[in-house]
């Protein structure tokens, strides 16, 4: 034991500081010596213990290397405590959570069901707005249309005498399969006598009526069946210089004019795309 006299309120000594710097680590405490009163003791023989792994440190580096290594390397290293085992109930909402998480990226990469037929009703996709049911909005329809007739006729670049003759063995089953959205119809026979001379342009066309918007902006449902609709197709002027007026007088812009017998042609629009049509005797109307 080694004693050091400074008492309270007494400044100690340079060399005392010194030696109190160094023992620094050593065990020290207050007591009462008798005739001096109290004073700071120092227990020399109770110095603390080295951390093993200091200790090993400083047998392979020097003691300035070897606190530094400690002191970053092991004192400040911060510890990371794992957490507590799940419990069962843990176990079962993360199993949960996987599938659910499983089952919608096997959701996302599937294809979207397509919608039912009452689901098409329901979300009213077939619903035509009255306010938009205007002959003179689908006038820009039935121009689409004849261009797109024009190229199905094989008409877009016609040149004067070039065209080849447009027969039923040759365009019939291009005309057949056609799509029918935009082109302006007439009923000219029919066994019921009311729907004839009902023109205007085709806004939906299904597997068993055609719903056209006449002129005066009204919404006509006419059944296909035991009826014959007439429709034309402007052709296009000719791109020929040569052309003069006595073969535009001729008649060389008149429109072809194409009769359909609806009872034949009781097919969506989608399902005449593929279908093969065969020649069969009609019954005159």
Known sequence: MRTFNIRPGQSASESDLRILEFYHDMTWQWQDIPGEGPALLCNTMTTSK???AEELLQRAHSPDTALQLFTERIKQKPLFLRPTSPTPADNRSRRRLHRLRKKEYFLRKQKPKPLSAREKRASGIYKLPPDECKYEIFQGLHKMWVDYMLDVLDLKDRRAGSSAPI???SHGSKLASADFHGAQVEVVRSQCSSRVGLKGIVVR????TFVVVTEKDELKTIPKEQSI???TVPLPLSTDRDTTEEDKSDGASEPLVFEIHGSQFRN???DRANKKFKWRNVDYL
């Open 50 to 52: 080295l951390h093993i």
């Open 167 to 169: 027969t039923p063995l």
């Open 205 to 208: 066309d299904t597997k068993f």
């Open 229 to 231: 609709f007439r429709f």
């Open 268 to 270: 969506r629009p989608v």
